[in-house]
C-alpha cells in the first residue's frame, strides 16, 4: 500500500487569526495528507488588522530542523511554503526545495507578500527581491494579483487590468513553472484563478460564485487546499476547482457570521466536507467559463 503523501509545510505560527500554519496543517490533514511543519515564526496575531503583534524569529530553528531532515534522507511528496519573516528563511527555503526536488519532491511556493494592491507591513523591498529568488525555485506558485504584480515589476492597476490568461503565461517564465494566479473574476459575482499548466502548456480559468465579502487568510486556505490535491494526483486545474471551491464554502458559512473580518474565514467546521470530496462530486459545480 502506498504509504499516506506527506508535504513539509514552511509557513509562520499565528496564534490568533486563521492563516498559515494554523489554516495548512488541519486542511491537509483532512485531505488525508501528512503535514510535517517548518514554522519560519510564532506571532500571537496575523499582522493584518492586529496592532502590536508579538513576533519570535525562529530562523536558526529553521535551518537546524531542515538540517535534520536531511540527515534522516526524508522525502516529500511535496515543499509548500507561504509568508516568511526574513530574507535569509527565503535563502534557506529555497536551498531545502533544491534538494527535495532532487528526491521526487514538487514545490509550491504561496510567494506571501501583500493584498489588494499592498503590502503586508513588514515586507521590505529586499524581502520581495528573496521572494522571487524563491519563487524561481517553485514548480507551482500561486500568487494573488499584488503578488503577481511585484513578481512582474510591474504597477498592480497594470496587472489587474491585463486579461488574467496573458499573466498566467508571463509568471511561468517561458514555460519553466506552473502558475495559479488567485482572485481571478471573468464577470460580477463570480471569482476564481486562472492557471497555467507547465505540463502541457494549457491556461484554463475556474470561476465559482463570489461569497460578497473578503477575509483573511483565503490565499492560504486557497493554496493549502490546492497543495493537498496536487498530492493526491490531481491536476492543476483540478486541484484549482478543488480550492476555488472549498474557499467558496468557507466564505458562504463565514459571511452570515459577521466577524471581524481579520478573524479570517471560518473553515474548521467545514472540513469534514473536503476530508469526504472526490473530484466527482464537483462535477457540475463549475461552469466552464
Ligand atoms: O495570510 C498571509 C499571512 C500569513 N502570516 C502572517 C500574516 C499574513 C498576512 O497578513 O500576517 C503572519
Redesign the pocket.
Known sequence: MRRTPRVAAI??L?GFGR??LTVVMPVLSAMGVQCCPLPT?Y?ST???GFAGNTFLDMTDALAGAMDHWRQLDLTFEAVYT??MGSTRQMALSAAFIRDMQEKGSVAVVDP?MG?HGKL?R?YTPEMCQAMALLADAADVIVPNYTEAAQLLGLPYADVTAAPPEDTVRRLSKDGGRSVVLTGVSLRPGRIGAACFDRRDGSVSVVQTDFVGRAF??T??LFASVLTGAIVQGASLKEAARRAAEFVRLCAAHTAPQDLPPREGIDFEPMLGALATWKGADLEGIFQQE
Request: hydrophobic share 20%.
Open positions: 509557513h509562520d499565528s492563516c498559515s515564526a506571532l496575523h499582522t493584518g507561504g509568508f506571501v493584498d503586508y513588514t483573511h487568510g490565499g492560504d
